[in-house]
């Protein structure tokens, strides 16, 4: 018996091929930078990423450094190809993008090639990290955006203040040779996924798995197994695949927190990935559980 999960690799918003770049970014460093010949400046607005078919549509610092930007202006995102330096912008006005240039990464990022999609969504998740840490969280002055945007920091007591990533274990309900699949109140109709919960602070994710499939569904869960994870960029999540398993298949739906939520058997599930069942819509390309549930079919 083959019981390895393996993910249909690569890790959607994951393998970024740029090096982050823990460097001296001192204004005069990144002023250099931004006067490299391969210098790139990834677009994006409200969110939005703009894009050319699979790649991201870039252009030159001194093309974008005149117009009006959202905070905090241009970021550096790190160095590609050994040494180009890749920046990112919130452009202001879209009108000075082509039409249909801007994709929205959660429901399009699949358009991109799966290295600019992990470009894109690391520059969303830091630019919405600047867009709500204005104010400093020890003393509640205005911050400032430092090091190219890789941290802020406290104008009145200077502390600094980094991004932060909010661990979420997604775990798949596994029982014999069936799989427990929930849905929300206001996902499309017949959408259904892998229950998920953030951890509380105290929590193993182990703990948070068997917390929240208790509190979601009823189910009494044990011998939980990490698969793979998963960079969400919306906003700034990493989602801890799981494979756990039900003592039975006895449920008892919290309305409050899902519409609805039932086992499907893995030949469902494989219907549904080859296009030939309707049991449930399957989650979208771009999500860890679309990941988990062909991880889970490809385990013999
Ligand atoms: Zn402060």
């Known amino acids: 018996m083959n019981d390895t999960f393996m993910p249909d690799c690569p890790i959607p918003f994951a393998g970024s091929r740029v090096d982050f770049a823990e460097m001296d970014r001192s204004e005069g460093s990144l002023a250099l930078l931004q006067s490299h010949p391969k210098a790139s400046v990834v677009l994006m607005h409200k969110g939005q990423v703009a894009s050319d078919g699979p790649q991201l549509l870039r252009a030159a610092p001194n093309a974008v450094g005149g117009l009006p930007l959202y905070d905090p202006g241009l970021i550096f995102l790190g160095l590609e190809n050994d040494g180009d330096p890749v920046f990112a912008a919130s452009l202001k006005d879209d009108s000075l993008l082509p039409p249909e240039a801007l994709i929205d990464l959660r429901m399009q990022g699949h358009q991109l090639a799966p290295d600019e999609l992990a470009v894109a969504g690391r520059a969303r998740s830091i ?109 700034s999540q990493l989602m801890v695949g799981l494979v756990s398993q039900a003592a039975d298949k006895t449920i008892n739906v919290d309305k409050n927190e899902l519409e609805d939520a039932r086992w499907f058997t893995r030949a469902e599930v494989e219907a549904v990935f080859e296009g030939t069942g309707q049991a449930f819509m399957r989650p979208m390309q771009t999500t860890i559980a679309h990941q988990l549930l062909k991880a889970w079919l490809s385990r013999q």
């Not at 661990?167 to 499309?188: C, K, M, Q, T, Y």
């Not at 208790?214 to 793979?228: D, I, K, N, P, W």
Request: hydrophobic residues 35%.
């Open 127 to 235: 630019f919405d990290w600047h867009r709500t840490h204005p104010f400093c969280a020890q003393c509640g002055q205005a911050t400032q955006s430092s090091d190219g945007g890789a941290k802020r920091v406290c104008g009145a007591c200077e502390t600094e203040h980094f991004p932060r990533v909010n661990p979420v274990v997604i775990f798949l309900i596994e029982h014999e040779d069936s799989v427990l699949l929930g849905r929300g109140p206001s996902w499309p109709p017949g959408y259904y996924s892998a229950l998920a919960g953030f951890v509380s602070p105290g929590e193993t994710l182990e703990e948070a798995a068997t917390r929240e499939g208790m509190e979601e569904v009823g189910a009494t869960l044990s011998q939980h197994r990490y698969l793979f994870c998963q960079p969400w960029p919306f906003p």
